[in-house]
T-cell receptor, first 117, second 114 residues
Framework: EAGVTQFPSHSVIEKGQTVTLRCDPISGHDNLYWYRRVMGKEIKFLLHFVKESKQDESGMPNNRFLAERTGGTYSTLKVQPAELEDSGVYFC???????????????FGPGTRLTVL | AQSVTQLGSHVSVSEGALVLLRCNYSSSVPPYLFWYVQYPNQGLQLLLKYTSAATLVKGINGFEAEFKKSETSFHLTKPSAHMSDAAEYFCAVTYLSGTYKYIFGTGTRLKVLA
C-alpha cells in the first residue's frame, strides 16, 4: 500500500511568487491534515479536511494560504504571495477517520521543504 | 493551552547505551500521546502511542514509553542504542475532542556514537 506522498520534495522561490504544494493521502483515508515546521521550531497544525470539507483551519497563518481538497482525494496548499517567513517544511498526514485517536493513527508524508528567498 | 515539551534538542549516546528522550505535556484533559521518528528524507513514522490502556507502551524497533500522569510525562526509552537509531524524534499529543490535530514538541535529534 502506498504511503502519503507529497510533491515537490523541495521548492525554492522568490518572495512574492506563488507556490503550490500537493499531497496525495493514503487511498481511502477521509482525514487529511497539513502541518508546518519552521526551522528549529515545533511541527504546527495548519488545517484539517474531512473528505473535501475543511473541518478546522484554525492553524492557517493568514489569507495568503489557500488549501483545497478536490473530490476528497488529493489536496493542494497554495501560498500566494510567498513571504520569507513562509519558509519551512510542510507535512501532510492522513488517517482513515474512524474510532477517534485511540485507533485512528495519522500517517505522515516526507514533507515539502519550501525556501523563500 | 495544551503543549508538549521535549527536553534536549540534541542527545548523543554511545552505541549499546540506554536511550532516554524526554517528553512532558501540559493538559487539563486526558491525553493521547505519540512518539514519531523521522529518518533523513523520510516522513514521520509512528514508533508507539498511548491511548489510555496500559501505561507502559511498547513500540517498534525496541522502543518503549511510560505514561506517568502524576509527572505529566511520556519519556521514550530503548535499553541499547543502535547506529540505525540516529534520527529525529517527535513527541505529540492529541485529545478526544475537536479534530484530533496533533500538538508536537520541538523534536530531539539523536546521535549514536560508535
Amino acid at each position: 500500500e502506498a504511503g502519503v506522498t507529497q510533491f515537490p520534495s523541495h521548492s525554492v522561490i522568490e518572495k512574492g511568487q506563488t507556490v503550490t504544494l500537493r499531497c496525495d493521502p493514503i487511498s481511502g483515508h477521509d482525514n487529511l491534515y497539513w502541518y508546518r515546521r519552521v526551522m528549529g521550531k515545533e511541527i504546527k497544525f495548519l488545517l484539517h479536511f474531512v473528505k473535501e470539507s475543511k473541518q478546522d483551519e484554525s492553524g492557517m497563518p493568514n489569507n495568503r494560504f489557500l488549501a483545497e481538497r478536490t473530490g476528497g482525494t488529493y489536496s493542494t496548499l497554495k501560498v500566494q504571495p510567498a513571504e520569507l517567513e513562509d519558509s519551512g517544511v510542510y507535512f501532510c498526514a492522513s488517517s482513515q477517520g474512524s474510532g477517534g485517536p485511540s485507533t485512528d493513527t495519522q500517517y505522515f508524508g516526507p514533507g515539502t521543504r519550501l525556501t523563500v528567498l | 493551552a495544551q503543549s508538549v515539551t521535549q527536553l534536549g534538542s540534541h542527545v548523543s549516546v554511545s552505541e549499546g547505551a540506554l536511550v532516554l528522550l524526554r517528553c512532558n505535556y501540559s493538559s487539563s484533559v486526558p491525553p493521547y500521546l505519540f512518539w514519531y521518528v523521522q529518518y533523513p528524507n523520510q516522513g514521520l513514522q509512528l514508533l508507539l502511542k498511548y491511548t489510555s490502556a496500559a501505561t507502559l507502551v511498547k513500540g517498534i524497533n525496541g522502543f518503549e514509553a511510560e505514561f506517568k500522569k502524576s509527572e505529566t510525562s511520556f519519556h521514550l526509552t530503548k535499553p541499547s542504542a543502535h547506529m540505525s537509531d540516529a534520527a529525529e524524534y517527535f513527541c505529540a499529543v492529541t485529545y478526544l475532542s475537536g479534530t484530533y490535530k496533533y500538538i508536537f514538541g520541538t523534536g530531539t535529534r539523536l546521535k549514536v556514537l560508535a
